[in-house]
């Protein structure tokens, strides 16, 4: 497999650009979460990785979107943009993720990629923006990878992301990139309705044959204003797409992303452990996409490295989500959640103003963590990334105790005096 995936790489990619994404993504990279391990020996944090959503707005109106895309426009400008990342990469942070909403819909994100040369960006997109004229474009900077989401079937995709003839206009977006030696990837969230298409040997042999670099299967959630809990996978199907994962990058010349799992398969958050925080498209900085609450904004006006050491609405939540368990406590324990935005007078960061209301309304459900029934990774090359880069750099050691964690799916005994009770969830037949 390895030497399949070097052949790949040396027959099917543009050289400069594979340099760049090894340089400025891997190296560099790699440097970043160095600089964060000794940070934390010196009590200090700032996370090697952040997401960054730059707008609300997108064309589509996908099932489950926690996203406020159909209000009133709100992006990030270049200006902030380019000092929220100067700030980072003073740090030694090199690699951003890009979100929105639709990314491309941000009319200066082109202008914004190709004035850091020096940071990598991984854009991800539904690809309907990409026309051959960006796709060259993006090539010429070489410093950005788009990640463009495929939710299934022709009419699996269009029930998903509430559009007719959206596979169409993807899979053109990516063909668009691959023509021009663009290095793509190609991500899902695993829901119900694509699960039995998608979480499948050939829809990956049909992404190598098409030349797409690496994928990410990500398990859909359900949060938001419209949930849609019935596309949640159940314990079974969770533990059949980390399965998957695993078997695919042992047999398959594709890269394989998680960010779920360390080497040997314990779950974790990268939210939690401190790798990765997020910052909304009105500038708040949040724990990550889905937890819609802040306190602090790039728009204040101490520098990035305060705000992120000082905070104690985030160092609140590591501790608490790592204490209670290594999965998504998003998904396991929302009343903790409220509680927390509660004890920091927290702002709701949506324009819908129900963020609160939605997590108290959230029913718990199972999520990554499962006690017995850790899956290790095949990949000896996967298990050594994950050891140097990729794991719960001491976190759960720290502050994860087994006895604190509430099974969502089997409250049989009440929950530690001061919490609230969890209502029991019904496992799926």
């Known amino acids: 497999m390895y030497l399949r995936m070097a052949k790949r790489l040396a027959w099917e990619t543009d050289k400069r650009l594979l340099w760049k994404a090894v340089y400025q993504a891997g190296w560099k990279g790699l440097r970043s979460v160095q600089k964060h391990k ?13 997401y960054i959503s730059i707008i609300n707005s997108c064309n589509l109106r996908c099932q489950g979107c926690w996203v406020d895309v159909s209000a009133k426009q709100t ?13 980072a990469k003073a740090m030694g942070n090199a690699f951003f993720g890009i979100l929105g909403g639709e990314p491309f819909l941000h009319k200066e994100l082109l202008d914004f990629l190709e004035g850091q040369p020096d940071a990598y960006f991984q854009v991800f997109t539904n690809g309907h923006f ?45 063909q668009n990139c691959l023509n021009n030696k663009v290095l793509t990837g190609v991500c899902t969230s695993i829901c119900r309705t694509n699960i039995d298409d998608l979480l499948h040997q050939r829809w990956v042999d049909a992404l190598i ?26 314990p ?18 594709i890269v394989v992303i998680d960010a779920y799992h360390d080497g040997a398969g ?62 998504c406590v998003v998904l396991e324990r929302p009343d903790l959640l409220v509680e927390l935005a509660k004890k920091h007078n927290a702002r709701d960061t949506t324009q819908r ?15 990554q963590y499962v006690p017995g029934g850790e899956i290790p990774e095949r990949s000896w090359a996967v298990r050594f990334a994950k050891w140097i880069a990729f794991n719960d750099f001491g976190t759960y050691t720290q502050h994860f105790k087994a006895e604190n964690w509430v099974d969502p799916e089997n ?12 209502p029991v969830v019904t496992k799926d037949r």
């Not at 079974?236 to 010349?253: G, H, I, N, W």
């Not at 409250?411 to 969890?422: E, F, H, I, R, S």
Request: glycine share 6%; aromatic share 6%; net charge neutral.
């Open 38 to 50: 000794k940070r934390l020996k010196k009590g200090e944090f700032f996370p090697p990785f952040l």
């Open 75 to 87: 992006k990030i400008d270049i200006a902030a943009l380019n000092r929220t990342v100067n700030e």
């Open 130 to 174: 990409i026309t051959d004229e960006v796709a060259k474009r993006l090539r010429k900077m070489g410093n950005v990878t788009p990640l463009i989401s495929v939710e299934g079937s022709e009419i699996v995709s269009d029930e998903r992301r509430g559009r007719a003839d959206v596979l169409n206009q993807t899979m053109q977006g990516i």
């Open 209 to 234: 044959e098409m030349g797409v670099m690496y994928c990410w299967f990500h398990v859909y959630r359900p949060m938001g204003p419209e949930p849609m809990p019935e596309l949640a996978l159940n």
């Open 236 to 253: 079974e199907q969770l533990r059949r797409v980390r399965q998957f994962v695993v078997d695919t990058r042992a047999t398959k010349p």
């Open 266 to 327: 314990q779950a974790l958050c990268p939210a939690a452990t401190g790798f990765t925080h997020h910052v909304g498209p009105a500038g708040d900085i949040e724990p990550c996409p889905i937890i819609q609450l802040a306190t602090e904004s790039i728009y204040d006006e101490r520098p990035l490295k305060e705000t992120f050491n000082n905070s104690e609405f985030l160092r609140d939540f590591r501790e608490l989500a790592a204490e209670h368990t290594r999965g």
């Open 353 to 367: 103003k129900t963020s609160i209301a939605e997590l108290e309304a959230t029913v718990p459900r199972r999520s």
């Open 411 to 422: 409250v049989a005994t009440q929950p530690p005096a001061g919490k609230l009770q969890l």
